[in-house]
């Protein structure tokens, strides 16, 4: 219980900005809010609070200890085509499974199954979680990595483009950042750590990163390449973004709905754990005892969450893009005050920070890493806002943003490379998909129209995506100039010590 108070401070922190932010606003003429609908948003920032600290709990005792054992056991059967089908199921299933991408799947109107899309996305995972992994265990680069695969991505995205299905550009890289959701980032994290842990070495904590990173490029590819082999125009049908009048029934309706999406997506993992448990690992009784509870504080907190989310948060983000939309300039300024906050109430990230925090002992602290996330994801709604008052195309920002962020993973430490591209992919996940999409969703309807949404509101869980990959490298560069400020500051030192040295020498002599 104790632990289960201090996950609630924790997420309370976190949750408490944004609640603030738009009571606040609705105090002003920019946001006109019924007192039913603020009513409800604050009662679901309550149990978003509870769902947080349940679900981060339930992390800690089962998610992060599944992939641990996983990623070890596997390491220890020495057969690599084993190591490989494990991780690619396992991949699939995450995907598959994970509730962010239901979301996004479910907003593309008869033109894409949603089925199609989902196992697509999730194949493309499996793919690169198995490279990922492969990755570690032959000790590859994981910048040449990088390169290579953005390479093929802005190739493939050439040919869509030459193929008259630009449409498919955002749908595409928002795909990318909406996989690596709440649920798939502890599981793959953990396990990455067993399998770096199995192999050893002086450089294990570091070869640990990077997994989210790539599993975040095979969605890209996949949607890219459905890109490809589509014909005709795909269009957008904006979702009933508002809050039912009869509470009761639509906290019921999405809580079975959530409840459904959750058991599936946590049964497919318990199953195929408990697959590898009676093969491989065989842990005591009391370990998975541990874990069982941990299932069932994830279980109860993703389905509060999420059910949250729902009923309280999408409707009032689609709102304020609404009404925010009628002044462009406060409009942008909002946006970078959501993008501070939001992402401070991202279950994910914290999993993050704190994974980060341990394996680097203490050298990248959680709040270096959630600092630069929150100004990352600012600056980036700022971006996407732009974007959507002048109706221009994702990839001025993608391609020269790419560039940068590449061309600094030549001169930062790798850990701040490996551990920038996974933040990328943790950032946009479930409060991005449920709270900053439909507010960008509803200022593109307003500015732009509804028939603009596809073009203009999707992508910016792209750029979410796309913001931390520079802020944390920045963060690394930064750490290389202190580095060598100190180290001529200490060759100084040194030369003027061995001075004086030299002259008290002379003067004996």
Not at 344 to 368: C, D, R, Y
Not at 438 to 455: M, N
Request: net charge neutral.
């Amino acid at each position: 219980m104790h632990l289960l108070l201090d996950k609630i401070k924790e997420s309370l922190t976190s949750i408490l900005p944004i609640t603030l932010i738009v009571v606040i606003l609705n105090f002003t003429p920019l946001l006109n809010l019924t007192i039913y609908e603020i009513l409800v948003f604050c009662g679901a920032a309550v149990f978003l609070v509870l769902g947080t600290g349940l679900f981060s709990l339930g992390a800690d005792l089962a998610m992060q200890p599944m992939g641990e054992q996983v990623g070890v056991s596997l390491m220890k059967s020495k057969k690599l085509l084993i190591i490989i089908l494990v991780c690619f199921v396992m991949g699939v299933l995450l995907t598959v499974a994970e509730p962010d991408l239901s979301v996004l799947a479910s907003q593309i109107k008869d033109v894409i199954n949603s089925n199609v899309l989902t196992i697509s996305v999730g194949i493309g995972v499996g793919l690169f979680l198995v490279l990922a992994i492969i990755k570690i265990i032959f000790k590859l680069e994981f910048s040449n990595l990088l390169f290579i695969f953005y390479l093929l991505m802005f190739a493939i995205t050439n040919l869509v483009i030459l193929n008259d299905n630009a449409n498919f550009l955002p749908l595409a890289f928002d795909s990318g950042g909406i996989t690596t959701g709440a649920l798939t980032v502890p599981f793959i994290m953990a396990l990455g750590a067993g399998v770096a842990s199995s192999i050893g070495g002086k450089h294990s904590s570091e070869n640990s990163f990077g997994l989210i990173a790539l599993c975040s490029i095979g969605p890209i590819l996949a949607v890219l390449l459905l890109g490809l082999t589509f014909s005709g125009n795909i269009s957008y049908d904006t979702p009933n973004y508002v809050i039912d009048t009869n509470l009761i029934n639509s906290i019921l309706s999405n809580l079975k709905s959530v409840a459904q999406e959750v058991g599936i997506a946590l049964g497919l993992i318990v199953f195929f754990f408990l697959l590898i448990e009676i093969i491989y690992i065989k842990l005591p009784k009391r370990k998975l005892l541990q874990i069982a509870i941990g299932i069932i504080y994830t279980f109860l907190g993703l389905v509060i969450f999420l059910t949250a989310v729902n009923v309280g948060f999408m409707p009032i983000g689609y709102k304020m893009g609404l009404q925010m939309a009628e002044n462009k300039i406060f409009l942008m300024v909002i946006s970078f005050i959501i993008g501070i906050v939001v992402i401070l109430a991202e279950p994910a990230v914290h999993v993050l920070n704190k994974q980060v925090e341990e394996i680097t002992n203490g050298a990248i602290s959680k709040w270096q890493m959630l600092i630069g996330l929150a100004l990352g994801v600012a600056v980036a709604l700022v971006l996407s806002v732009l974007r959507i008052i002048y109706d221009f195309s994702i990839l001025y920002y993608l391609v020269p943003g790419y560039c940068i962020a590449l061309a600094l993973s030549l001169f930062v430490p790798k850990i701040y490379t490996a551990i920038a591209f996974d933040s990328g992919g943790v950032a946009s996940g479930t409060l991005a998909s449920c709270f900053i999409l439909p507010f960008a969703i509803g200022a593109c309807i307003v500015i732009q129209g509804e028939s603009y949404v596809l073009t203009d509101a999707f992508g910016i869980l792209a750029m979410v995506a796309l913001a931390p990959l520079i802020m944390i490298q920045l963060l690394g560069f930064k750490a290389v100039l202190a580095k060598k400020v100190r180290y001529k500051a200490r060759i100084r030192k040194i030369d003027s010590a061995d001075d004086k040295q030299i002259i008290n020498f002379r003067r004996k002599n």
